[in-house]
């Protein structure tokens, strides 16, 4: 099955800093990226995702960027602000008919700092 | 608009009780269903998800079980609950009426703990 790994677990930027989430997949079959942010103790929130035949997306200060050669696919948060610190996962889908079978990674941690 | 409810928001159960946690979607029709667990400070894992009533697939051997009787309810429960349940159940749903709508949107979940 599909083996999502994610780095780094932890991140601590200062506020107006770049922040930089990476995510590897293991099943070449998979087609669609999601990313969630998770506050504490609340429900995880799609901020943005990209299909496999589209490189890079942009929404204001977030974008990700997928290379699909080498499997791998990256969250950029620019000009963080407070609000930005939560827990991201990113999520590989494999194609299992309609369905959206995700898998996650284990997640990162964000810490922006005054 | 689209919303998925989940009840109870928090759960204290012993070891060895039942469990039934209800998921319900407004706003749309034919979800695709899902059942998330997350234990404290973790990911999540996907524990079943149904493409139509009465259709389950189940992706973790484990105590639990799922059903969904109407189109757009899903039930998740047990016979008797381990330590090993306790988490954070999230419910999650996904358009079925095109293949070019892969998002999945989770609801508020349950906070379960198994004492």
């Known amino acids: 099955g599909e083996n999502v790994e994610q780095h780094p677990s932890t991140l601590s930027v200062q506020e107006g800093d770049s922040a930089v989430i990476k995510c590897t997949y293991s099943?070449?079959?998979?087609?669609?990226f999601p990313w969630y942010k998770q506050e504490l103790g609340k429900r995880p929130q799609l901020i943005i995702d990209?299909?496999?035949?589209?490189g890079e997306k942009k929404d204001q200060r977030i974008a990700v960027t997928l290379n699909k050669t080498a499997k791998h696919f990256s969250l950029h948060i620019t000009e963080t602000q407070p609000e930005d610190s939560a827990v991201y996962f990113c999520?590989?889908?494999?194609?299992?008919?309609?369905?959206?079978?995700?898998?996650f990674g284990t997640g990162t941690r964000l810490q922006v700092t005054l | 608009s689209q919303t998925i409810h989940q009840w109870p928001a928090t759960l204290v159960q012993p070891v060895g009780s039942p469990l039934s946690l209800e998921c319900t979607v407004e706003?749309?029709?034919?979800?695709?269903l899902y059942w998330y667990r997350q234990a404290a400070g973790r990911g999540l894992q996907l524990l079943f998800y149904?493409?139509?009533?009465?259709?389950i697939s189940s992706e973790v051997p484990q105590n639990l079980s799922a059903s969904r009787p109407q189109d757009r309810q899903f039930i998740l429960s047990s016979k008797k609950l381990l330590l090993s349940d306790s988490g954070f159940y999230l419910c999650?749903?996904?358009?079925?009426?095109?293949?070019?709508?892969?998002?999945?949107?989770f609801g508020p979940g349950t906070r379960l703990t198994v004492t």
């Open positions: 099943d070449s079959a998979s087609n669609y």
């Open positions: 999650a749903w996904s358009p079925r009426t095109s293949v070019f709508h892969y998002e999945q949107y």
């Open positions: 149904s493409v139509g009533i009465g259709q």
């Open positions: 990209i299909r496999s035949n589209v």
């Open positions: 706003g749309t029709s034919n979800p695709n």
């Open positions: 999520a590989a889908r494999i194609p299992t008919g309609t369905a959206s079978k995700l898998t």
